[in-house]
């Protein structure tokens, strides 16, 4: 029961030791796997001083980085683990037991709760995949590669796109889903997140997934469905009537209502999943970071034609 834990690393010189011991402290068969993605810091050094095996990746990349170290593992489970997360103890043990009990299952995670407890991250934290704090397991159509175990026998030839930039261990997931595997959250399985967790930080991170998401629907069409046609119509119904707004008025009511279902969509979810400050601020977060997803997705669509 080997597990190989990969953890691409790519500048990473202020949180890559305290992953590196996570990982390391694991009570599990393992092989720790740190590919440099060719860093300009110390990231190198640090790790070297390490007992983990050092792989170095000269083509930048999150995808470029993941196929390296895979190219590189010899287990029969695959733990991706980023260079800014830390595992707490036992992690590993627990993801072992929740994937062994689910023969169709390819792969376990859990969320990445920030380091940081300032309020943009508590409400981001408080509803990641879509999933409220009273659900404690269920599948999903994706996790993130921040703290995932695999099977290796699900993963086979597979490799990450390295066309990509963001959304790619989601379109990963979609090809193994379409091999008839299954993926599963945890909530015993997360991890302490070392994330960026400003407001401009988290509206273009969801931009940047919101260009490739396109993309990956348009590759795998079976997995297209109402959702996609809502977001690709959004923003270029939003824009056309507030334009033609300018020309008949009373179109302005378009654009508003579309903004005011947003926003009272999230307060309903804010009411469900928090409290305190997060429950003031949870519908305007959460409806900026929505509107810089579905900006990113119609800018998608318009390079791909």
Same mark, same amino acid.
């Given at each position: 029961?080997?597990?190989?834990?990969?953890?691409?690393?790519?500048?990473?010189?202020?949180?890559?030791?305290? $992953?590196?011991?996570?990982? %390391?402290?694991?009570?599990?068969?393992?092989?720790?796997?740190?590919?440099?993605?060719? @860093?300009?810091?110390?990231?190198?050094?640090?790790?070297?001083?390490?007992?983990?095996?050092?792989?170095?990746?000269?083509?930048?990349?999150?995808?470029?980085?993941?196929?390296?170290?895979?190219? @590189?593992?010899?287990?029969?489970?695959?733990?991706?683990?980023? @260079?800014?997360?830390?595992?707490?103890?036992?992690?590993?043990?627990?993801?072992?037991?929740?994937?062994? @009990?689910?023969?169709?299952?390819?792969?376990?995670?859990?969320?990445?709760?920030?380091?940081?407890? #300032?309020?943009?991250?508590?409400? *981001? #934290?408080?509803?990641?995949? #879509? *999933?409220? +704090?009273?659900?404690?397991?269920?599948?999903?159509?994706?996790?993130?590669?921040?703290?995932?175990?695999?099977?290796?026998?699900?993963?086979?030839?597979?490799?990450?796109?390295?066309?990509?930039?963001?959304?790619?261990?989601?379109?990963?997931?979609?090809?193994?889903?379409?091999?008839?595997?299954?993926?599963?959250?945890?909530?015993?399985?997360?991890?302490?997140?070392?994330?960026?967790?400003?407001?401009?930080?988290?509206?273009? +991170?969801?931009?940047?997934?919101?260009?490739?998401?396109?993309?990956? $629907?348009?590759?795998?069409?079976?997995?297209?469905?109402?959702?996609?046609?809502?977001?690709?119509?959004?923003?270029?119904?939003?824009?056309?009537?507030?334009? #033609?707004?300018?020309?008949?008025?009373?179109?302005?009511?378009?654009?508003?209502?579309?903004?005011?279902?947003?926003?009272?969509?999230?307060?309903? *979810?804010?009411?469900?999943?928090?409290?305190?400050?997060?429950?003031?601020?949870?519908?305007? *977060?959460?409806?900026?970071?929505?509107?810089?997803? %579905?900006?990113?997705?119609?800018?998608?669509?318009?390079?791909?034609?």
């Amino acid at each position: 029961m080997l597990i190989s834990f990969i953890i691409p690393a790519y500048n990473s010189e202020k949180t890559i030791a305290k $992953c590196l011991e996570s990982v %390391l402290a694991q009570d599990v068969k393992k092989e720790v796997i740190a590919v440099d993605n060719n @860093s300009t810091d110390s990231t190198a050094k640090i790790i070297k001083k390490y007992n983990v095996k050092y792989v170095f990746e000269k083509k930048e990349g999150e995808p470029c980085a993941r196929n390296a170290g895979l190219n @590189s593992a010899k287990g029969n489970y695959i733990a991706f683990v980023d @260079s800014d997360v830390v595992l707490p103890a036992n992690w590993a043990k627990k993801a072992l037991d929740v994937i062994a @009990s689910e023969k169709h299952v390819a792969g376990v995670g859990g969320l990445g709760l920030s380091a940081d407890k #300032g309020v943009i991250s508590e409400v *981001i #934290g408080s509803r990641i995949y #879509g *999933i409220d +704090k009273s659900v404690d397991r269920k599948y999903v159509d994706s996790l993130a590669t921040m703290n995932l175990l695999l099977r290796r026998e699900s993963i086979g030839n597979e490799r990450y796109d390295e066309s990509m930039v963001l959304g790619v261990d989601t379109e990963f997931n979609m090809r193994l889903r379409k091999k008839g595997w299954k993926m599963l959250f945890d909530r015993r399985l997360s991890v302490k997140h070392y994330h960026p967790t400003s407001m401009r930080g988290v509206m273009r +991170k969801w931009y940047t997934y919101g260009k490739n998401y396109p993309y990956m $629907c348009t590759k795998h069409r079976e997995f297209i469905g109402k959702g996609f046609f809502a977001k690709a119509l959004y923003m270029p119904l939003l824009i056309l009537s507030a334009a #033609g707004s300018l020309l008949f008025q009373p179109l302005i009511v378009v654009p508003t209502l579309q903004i005011l279902a947003l926003f009272l969509f999230y307060s309903y *979810i804010g009411i469900k999943v928090s409290k305190g400050r997060v429950l003031l601020t949870f519908p305007f *977060i959460q409806t900026l970071k929505q509107l810089a997803h %579905l900006w990113g997705v119609m800018t998608g669509l318009r390079r791909m034609f």
